[in-house]
């Protein structure tokens, strides 16, 4: 990502005429710009799609028995009448003063009832976070460092395989294992108390989380353990361990750091992979976050709940790139003297 | 691909496994003792004479529907995977050919499609538009054409830079000779081996799609419309989610591992 983005964010720079500004706040702009036109083209996509419903929504809100008049009455009142991009722009105009409209199913505000859902997802994917990243780093360097061992072998069989089990065969094997055929020891619905916390019921949290966290385990250890061998076979370690330094500050402070920045980028990619990820296991295990929101949401055909879950994912996984690609420039000496020798 | 191919314990799993599903979801329905609407047992009917895996949520035959469901995971997944590969092919090369202007916005519209998580992608087309077959492949494959595209123009810029396309360029071949003879060729394995993953992405979004309930629609079989419709019963019967679940795994796993195969057996013996 980070290669298209640098040349998009040359975009950015062109138009902007940014050339006067220190050079990594120039950079610094034209990603940000960039990661905006990203953001406006997908909520394009997402109005567009909304608006190819074959049905009208007037029609749907009043009922198929509603005369005719009165349809005409409520299009001209929900501004259906104008042309598509005028209600693009006040759509869009009244996205970002924060009004996402109200749902068409409960008459609730849209923002109110994605901000409890939204709630629920972060807590499920920080718990996922807290144990993936842990989890991936050591089991990474660990293999690393016996690389081509028989344990070694295994393991990378192991991940491969793992990685391509579908998150809902994973979450379906976990309950059939813990919940209902092999083990009764877990609930295998998470239905949460409304308003509390998930971490106050943590017996809910358990098994999605595991889900989530196996599905993005595989991925990022290989990662890891490539970027990590990729380190330990570099000249600078070479140079390193000729000096006599110990190997055990070869690996932790000459290899690991480098190892990490790979590491940053596969996390975003991670984070974008559980946000889809989170919409099967949430309706398998009908915990209610975002994802499940979004599944029953098109079930009723929600028009204003559909788009404003999908913009906000979409915007989260734009944010998570431009941040894996700060941390990346920050943390890379070479790109950051790059950035400072720019004319 | 080498020689050394078969000799590799991942290559021979992935065919055995792939195999499996292939065979049951193309040869399946010869077989099939019932109708996929027939109803002939009980409710969540545990296994009985003639009906090894038991019954479904309407008394219908499992063995049956998991011999007759197979098919629409099957082509939905190579015709997604397909599609995917050939427009994602034409459009990455162009990108890396022409450059410029067109290369940023290709590789731009690429980054934008690529924020939405697949099956989001997926069901919001499909929600909207409704569950035809073609409108879900279409929709499924235009989510894995940006991957394509970026593998691709990638591939292409270092082929590009390469001596005997120079030559070419220099002996005055037409541009879409040097695109086609010259580049095309040298991109080809790592574009199979990418054709393997994104068919084991296929089959999770496809058979995610039906386990949502907006992929095929009922009676019809279909190996996640399975695992939604007995789902209510995973105590009483879990033959019936089971089933579905272990196809999906195998089809999805034995393309995923022959992709790595096709991979290493290029890359060397060297594990990355």
Redesign the interface.
Known sequence: ?A???T??S??GTRFLALHGLAPWLRWLGGRLL?GA??VA??SI??FG??Q???SDPARMVLGPEAPESSVLTLQRQLGLDRPVAEQYLRWAARLVQGDLGSSLDSHVPVLQLVQARAGNSASLLAGVLAVVVPLALGAGCWLALH??SWF??KA??AL??L???????LG??L??LFS??VFRLLP?VSLLEPGRSPWSQPAFLILPLATLALAGLPYLIRLVR?AM?EALDSEYVLAARLRGVTERRVVWTHALPNALIPAIQGLALTL??L???T??VE?VFTYPGLGSA??AA??M?DIPV?QAI?LL???G??LI?LGADLLTVLLTPKLRTALGAQP | MSRGFLRQ??ARAGLLLSGIALLAALAGPLFAPHGAADFVGAVYGGPAQGAPLGYDYLGRDVLSRLLLGGWSVVWMAFSSAFLALLAGTVLGLVAAYAGGRT??TL??????L???????LV???V????RDPWLIVLTASLAFVPGVL?LVR?LALGVAEQEFVEAAELLGYPRWHVLLREILPNVLTPLLVHFGSML?WA??IL??LS????GVAPPAADWGLM?NEN?AG??AQ?LA??AP?LM??LF??G???LA?AVARSNAGTE??
């Open positions: 990502m290669l298209t983005w040349l998009t040359a975009f960039a036109g990203a083209a997908i996509i997402v799609a909304t190819a419903l074959p690389r081509d070694d072998r990378v069989s491969i395989a990685k391509a089990i579908p998150n809902f065969a379906i094997g309950v059939m209902t055929t295998a490539s061998i974008s992979v946000l889809g990820g919409l099967i309706v979004l599944n098109i079930e055909r559909i999908v994912v979409a915007a996984v734009v790139n | 314990p991942q290369d940023r590789s731009w519209s690429a980054d934008v690529l924020a939405f998580p697949n099956l989001i069901l919001l087309v929600a909207l538009l409704g970026r990638s084991s089959v999770t058979s995610g386990f949502l309930g907006y695992i789902r995973l105590q879990p989610v089971l679940v999906i795994v999805a796993l393309a995923n591992l790595e594990q990355r």
